[in-house]
């Protein structure tokens, strides 16, 4: 049975009033989850295109979008995605005898279940109209890039454009080898150009930091970001050509104004795929950092883009962090402005809001010399007269944040969240003041929080409570303390250590020596 034609999200379906765009979608592994969480956001600023391109890994959000999926779905099929089913193995003969070695497993549980979870149907994609869908694979006879439009894609595409040398084995069609294109290019940006595009639309996913990292693995990663960054850095100066010329009249693939690129990346690599499979980082965490680092663009985004230089590629290597999960409960009322009144309107209600939190230190030392000690968090609400399990993607955290009263530091945590169209913002603060040793555990498990209409602190508050942590949550939290970016056991332990030592020491300051030194003034002064 044929699909009906449908127009896939962010399709500009032929309007000539727009500006002629195209989402260029590179590989990355599994760490495809990032890109999904950029397009939210993408589409969130109702960004329209003419063009979507994706190679190797890219091409499964891709497929994703031509399959009529809209991008809250895409994001939720990503979270849910069970990484022991993205493994298959080949016959034994392929391990056993290094000769027969042929790649490292089979594409069978992409077929059997990983493209059926992500909801990629073939027909749909070859149905699909509004736009042009283009997808890379690499035509082994040739040694050269192949573009594979969405009207002629099949699965036996799909995959080949997924099986980099070595992971996956080649897939044979019509007589000819096909791989992934990744060691080739792993961004078409001139296809786009000569289709039309001015404006382009990059999600970039490869690492390109200057430390050679040792290993097995890292050194076979590395090959293909020295390949995907050269050949994307050959495209960069192309265009930049292009665009000279076009500046002294000439008209290249119909352009009479300059092409302007526009570039979401992470400012560190992301953790490679390994990271998913062990459970060190989740494809919900990738969903949220593509997110939050496609918000920061716009944040800071020129109508000119980006320059085509080398440059805009670069990253820095990431530092060890640290990650906990903290839950708090407690009384809650829409019918109360006060912390302390919404508890016992909550109380007597029998409402209750329970704030899930995942707290994340990116870089452990400059979280330490910072003076408001910073993080990000992230999580999920429940407050029934509202909704279960809402999603909160942005977040501020701090631990002992100083204020403008030196007896007075606060833990702030603060989480912005939508449900049901409307923007809503939780903003919470632990109040730990100077004082007796015996304030310390209500003082540090109590959050005072009022909940704002609206994307910060600013929106009329509409709603307030009083969270706690129990000593059966603070057992939780503990065992939820994850080490991010560390090689190896000792530089775990030294970050822990890092982390518990600065804590001790606040809380030592708080309720100890200040106690101690107010009690030798008033001492004096008698």
């Excluded at 942005?394 to 049901?420: A, I, R, S």
Aim: proline letters at 5%; aromatic letters at 8%; glycine letters at 10%.
């Amino acid at each position: 049975m044929t699909a009906q034609a449908h127009i896939p999200q962010g399709a500009a379906a032929n309007d000539s009033r727009l500006p002629k765009r195209a989402l260029i979608l590179p590989g990355g592994g599994m760490r495809l989850s990032y890109a999904a969480g950029a397009l939210a956001e993408i589409f969130a600023h109702d960004l329209k295109f003419q063009h979507m391109d994706g190679t190797s890994g890219g091409s499964l959000n891709l497929a994703m979008l031509f399959s009529g999926l809209k991008i809250d779905d895409i994001c939720e099929r990503w979270r849910t995605l069970k990484m022991r089913d993205t493994i298959s193995f080949l016959p034994f003969g392929n391990y056993l005898w290094p000769p027969n070695f042929v790649a490292a497993g089979s594409a069978k549980a992409f077929r059997d279940k990983v493209y059926p979870h992500l909801g990629i149907d073939f027909e749909k994609i070859r149905a699909a109209e509004g736009l042009q869908g283009t997808f890379n694979v690499c035509n082994f006879g040739k040694k050269m890039n192949q573009v594979i439009r969405h009207q002629d894609m099949t699965e036996d595409y799909l995959v080949a454009g997924m099986s980099l040398p070595g992971t996956l084995p080649p897939v044979t069609i019509k007589d000819t080898v096909y791989l992934d294109s990744g060691f080739i290019q792993d961004a078409n940006l001139l296809e786009a150009v000569k289709r039309g595009a001015n404006e382009l639309w990059l999600v970039w996913i490869m690492g390109n930091i200057p430390d050679y990292r040792s290993g097995p693995l890292n050194a076979y990663v590395q090959m293909l970001e020295m390949s995907a960054n050269g050949a994307l850095i050959k495209e960069l100066q192309h265009i930049k050509d292009i665009n000279a010329r076009i500046a002294n009249g000439e008209h290249l693939y119909g352009h009479e104004q300059p092409i302007t690129l526009h570039l979401i990346k992470p400012a560190h690599p992301l953790p490679l795929d390994s990271a998913l499979y062990t459970g060190a980082i989740s494809h919900a965490d990738l969903i949220e950092m593509g997110r939050s680092d496609a918000r920061a663009y716009f944040n800071r985004m020129k109508p000119e883009g980006v320059p085509f230089e080398p440059y805009i590629l670069k990253m820095t290597a990431q530092t060890t962090g640290l990650q906990f999960k903290e839950t708090m409960t407690g009384g809650f009322s829409l019918d109360a402005s006060d912390p302390r009144d919404g508890k016992t309107k909550g109380r007597q209600a029998g409402t209750q809001l329970a704030m899930h939190a995942t707290v994340s230190i990116d870089d452990m030392d400059a979280f330490i010399k910072d003076a408001e000690h910073p993080g990000r968090l992230t999580g999920t609400i429940d407050f029934a007269p509202l909704g279960m399990g809402m999603v909160a993607d942005t977040g501020v955290f701090n631990l002992f944040k100083p204020t403008d009263d030196p007896k007075l530091t606060l833990m702030v945590y603060e989480l912005g969240f939508e449900h049901q169209g409307q923007a809503y913002y939780l903003a919470g603060r632990k109040e730990v003041r100077d004082g007796s040793v015996f304030k310390l555990w209500p003082e540090t498990t109590t959050l005072y929080t009022q909940l704002h209409k609206g994307t910060d602190k600013s929106g009329s508050v509409i709603g307030a409570g009083v969270l706690t942590l129990g000593p059966v949550d603070l057992m939780k939290l503990v065992s939820t303390v994850t080490v991010t970016h560390a090689d190896g056991f000792p530089k775990k332990v030294k970050t822990v250590g890092a982390f518990g030592g600065f804590f001790l020491r606040e809380l030592w300051s708080t309720y100890v020596t200040h106690v101690h030194k107010s009690g030798e003034s008033t001492q004096s002064q008698s």
